[in-house]
């Protein structure tokens, strides 16, 4: 039998005017779109569908993605011409849900990995390995305390304290933000609801008792309904 022969393949001979100008347009003003495989096959089914790409070879994902990391080596830092959000708002279509201007922030601090109040979004930028990140200001504290935090995992829609009528909704399991008092500290810490036992309420509002844990240092702690936040998801 004789042997196959390979196919002839073009090779590659690199991208377009157009497609250069588009990725960097990409790596300059990003909108919260997460460097990955998915990212990669998307834009060269663009490029491979366009007219400007007639008679040339395909573009392949993976050469995306080597244009993408060279780049991001030799521009680590991006400018902050656009504020970037968390995926918790937006759409399965990927569209934001609400006017990013109506939203305040919170963002979790890696010194002691407790919520804070964002200020402002002074900058963001991607890392070599494809994660972005954002500058913050927090609420009440000096440009000292600024911090690059990673804005997939610690950056969020501020969290909303529990109103009395909303205890009858909590159940064991749910995450939550918890207010923690200490001696030299209170400051914001994830937690979740062990158990919870159920009260009369009176005058005072809900007297509900609620038995959480810390998800930083799995401590427990029994608190009452206003020292709890419902919190949105990263």
């Not at 244009?67 to 959000?85: A, I, K």
Request: charged share 35%; aromatic share 10%; net charge neutral.
């Amino acid at each position: 039998m004789d042997r196959l022969r390979p196919r002839n393949r073009v090779v590659f001979s690199g991208f377009t005017h157009a497609e250069i100008q588009r990725m960097e347009k990409l790596l300059r003003e990003p909108k919260g779109e997460s460097l990955d495989r998915e990212f990669y096959q998307k834009l060269a089914g663009s490029f491979n569908r366009s007219s400007g790409r007639a008679g040339k070879p395909i573009v392949k994902w993976t050469e995306i993605q080597s244009w993408f990391q060279t780049r991001l080596q030799d521009f680590p830092q991006v400018p902050n011409s656009e504020l970037m959000f968390p995926k918790s708002l937006e759409s399965k279509e990927g569209k934001i849900m609400r006017d990013p201007s109506e939203l305040e922030f919170e963002a979790r601090s890696s010194k002691d990995g407790a919520w804070y109040d964002v200020e402002a979004f002074l900058a963001h930028r991607f890392l070599s390995t494809g994660e972005a990140e954002v500058h913050v200001r927090f609420v009440g504290f000096g440009a000292e305390e600024d911090e690059w935090v990673n804005i997939k995992s610690s950056v969020r829609e501020r969290s909303v304290p529990l109103e009395n009528t909303e205890c009858s909704n909590l159940k064991v399991g749910d995450p939550v933000l918890c207010f923690q008092e200490r001696r030299d500290q209170a400051i914001y810490y994830d937690a979740h609801i062990l158990e919870i036992q159920r009260r009369m309420h009176d005058i005072r509002g809900c007297r509900c008792l609620i038995l959480i844990r810390y998800d930083h240092d799995d401590s427990e702690e029994r608190v009452r309904l206003r020292r709890l936040c419902r919190r949105a998801r990263c």
